[in-house]
């Protein structure tokens, strides 16, 4: 920063702007507004991407920072498609002001995400989300009768790798949100209700989807439907990834899981009916509780 600070004290500045963005699948990106491209810390930030920043509004409080990056889908590295399968959706993001000609004379101005993006008439707008975004998160605990941990979290601690939990096969039919499998004979219809989805190759790689239904269909395929359709091309042969699913009830855990040390709900907590309970004619009324 100091030898920074010295080029632009002296009143004849050599500046750009430089922004890598982080996907979630671990792809790096880097663009700059200067009109060569630019490289340090392992990226290089291509040059003549259409990508801008509106002028950062940044606070010392714990209000959100706000800021907007505009550009046209002409970089070969974001394509529209990318952006329309949520390949960017929360993808990390720092902006450097650097000193073009030597680029060890660098400041971050901005670190953060990329929050909702949108795109018309071949241009997207992203908003660009800080770091104290992550403080609008609900903390604390529910008290209810299901599990709150994710399946495979830190919480629930289940390893999904585990040898029956689930297969790797291969695409057969796509028809909007229903994937049709050849026949999967380790595990009866219902295993992968309320599991995952995960793309392994082809041009949906490394995308999810949530799964509603698993049925076997008449001809012994495999049929999955997922809640949302994948946002890429899927074709015949792509090979997927089904993980086992949890509804988040207490005998599921214990007894398809057989993880229930690990579960993280409350089954023996009252329901409604307890709480709304009132004698009733025929009840035994003793002066005991009341069962509902």
Known sequence: MTGLQTHLDSGATTIARAWSVTRADGVVLGFTDHDADLAFDGVTFAANAGLSARALEQVTGLAV????????LRDAGLTEGDI??????????????????DVAQR?????????????????????????????????GRVYHAACAAVLGDGACRFDLNTPGYFVQVPLVAVSGAELRFAAV??????????????????????????????QTGADGARIITLWD???APLVAGDMVRLDAGCDKQADTCRLKFANFLNFRGFPHIPGDDWMTAYPRQGQPNRGGRIRG
Do not use: C, K, P
């Open 229 to 231: 359709s994948i946002r």
């Open 107 to 139: 400041q971050i101005l901005f670190r953060g995400s990329l929050g909702e993006i949108t795109r018309a008439g071949g241009a997207f707008r992203a908003e660009l989300r800080g770091l104290s975004e992550a403080l609008n998160t609900q903390g």
């Open 65 to 72: 920072d706000n800021s907007e990056a505009v550009g046209a």
């Open 84 to 101: 329309m399968a949520g390949r960017y959706d929360g993808a990390g993001l720092v902006i450097w002001q650097v000193n073009w000609a």
């Open 185 to 214: 004979a380790s595990v009866s219809a219902g295993w992968f209700e309320h599991g995952r989805v995960t793309v392994q190759t082809g041009q949906a790689a490394g995308l999810t989807g949530l799964v509603r239904h698993d």
